[in-house]
Each structure stands twice: as C-alpha cells, then as structure tokens.
C-alpha cells in the first residue's frame, strides 16, 4: 500500500470559512495530483504538480488553490467554502517518467459546506 | 483529447464465480497505459492492474486479468474466483504523453454471498 497521507478525513465547515486539505507522501515522489470526485462518480483532475514550486490547473477548473514548497507535501486551500465545494477531494503521486507513471491515492478528504 | 468509457454502471456476480468488466477508450497515441483501480465503500482507491500499450500480453495479477485488444481499443477486467471483498467501484483510467489520467465513470460491482 502506497504511504500517502491525507487529513482531514472529514470535514464539515460552514459557508465563507478558509479551509487547507493537508496531503503528504513519503516516496519521494515528484509528482503530486488533486482530484475531485462526487459520490459514485468519475474523478476529475483540479491540480497538478510535476516538483517544487511547480503548479497547474487541471481539468476540472476550481476555486482551490494549491502550493508545493515541499516535495512530499502538496496542500489544497479554498479561500472561502461554499456548498458547491461539497464533494470528495482524492490527493495521489508517482513518480516521473511515463514508464512508471503509475498514481497512488490518499484516503481521501470528504468536505462538507453548509 | 482522450476518453474512457466504462458502458456497465452496476454489475452483480455470485461469490466464487467470474465476471469481466468493459472498458474502451478513443486515444490517436501509440504509447500509452491503462489501469484498472478499485475503490470500496468508503475506502482508498486502489491500483488492481496496469497494462502497457506496447506490450502485446495481457497483464494478471492472480485473480484479476486484462483483456487488451489495441486495435479495438478495449480494456476489459476479469475477476475469476469472485470474492465478497471484491464489491468496490472499479474505475478504467488512460494515461498518456500528458501524463494525465483520465477515468472513466466506473462500474459498481457487487459480489453476493
């Protein structure tokens, strides 16, 4: 099993508070991901980062924002909450290379705004 | 741009019985991987399988194998011996020379006792 970290677990917060999902993974891997994912639905691709101080927009556009200061660490960051942020936010990392570019995934973070 | 498409939503088999789960994909790349990942209720998702495209053998991982069919852009799962800790949503995903992976919507799969 992959060692990749994601806390909160849950989270219910109300509407306008500033909420950071923590994400961190301890293979040293240099690519980091967020996805988001509804109940029984797809995973959609919101954040990308191939190493340090590397960011971009996925797929998906979102409000959130994210940083990579280090490698093992890839926080999310909604400035403001709404409900339309209600969902399950999937954090996952590989390594470079498209030989062994297989994802990882965290347990995931299941935010609620109400 | 790539697609994945999963056509059964929810599929049920007996515990000990086999079953195969579709997936095709659109892709113009010659180099490419597929995965199968599983994800049960409430649980982490999962990597089952991953095929290369350049390989012409089906991967297998003891009970679960591929059925790889590049020119017909096919990628199916086989779960032989089905076990009740089988029942997950099991989710196809592409990735490409973008190193982006795009999943399909998933097929839910039940195992009954």
């Known amino acids: 099993e992959a060692d990749i970290y994601q806390t909160p677990r849950y989270l219910v917060i109300g509407t306008g508070k500033k909420i950071t999902l923590e994400c961190s993974q301890t293979m040293g891997h240099d690519k980091m991901y967020w996805y988001q994912q509804d109940p029984g639905m797809e995973l959609h691709l919101i954040h990308y980062s191939y190493g340090v101080n590397s960011t971009e927009k996925g797929d998906l556009s979102s409000e959130s924002t994210v940083s990579r200061i280090r490698t093992e660490h890839f926080p999310l960051t909604l400035e403001s909450a709404r409900p339309s942020h209600t969902s399950q936010y999937l954090c996952?990392?590989?390594?470079?290379?498209?030989?062994?570019?297989?994802?990882?995934f965290g347990p995931g973070t299941r935010l609620t705004v109400l | 741009a790539q697609t994945v498409t999963q056509s059964q939503p929810e599929m049920s088999v007996q515990e000990a019985e086999t079953v195969t789960l579709s997936c095709t994909y659109d892709?113009?790349?010659?180099?490419?991987?597929l995965f199968w990942y599983k994800q049960p209720p409430s649980r982490q998702m999962i990597l089952v399988i991953r095929q290369e495209a350049y390989k012409q053998q089906n991967a297998t991982e003891n009970r679960f194998s591929v059925n790889f069919q590049k020119a017909a852009k096919s990628f199916s799962l086989k779960i032989s011996d089905s076990q009740l800790g089988d029942t997950a949503m099991y989710f196809c995903a592409f990735l490409g020379s973008n190193y982006k992976l795009t999943f399909g919507k998933g097929t839910l799969l039940t195992v009954n006792p």
């Open positions: 996952a990392s590989s390594e470079s290379g498209l030989s062994t570019d297989t994802q990882y």
């Open positions: 892709t113009s790349e010659n180099n490419y991987y």
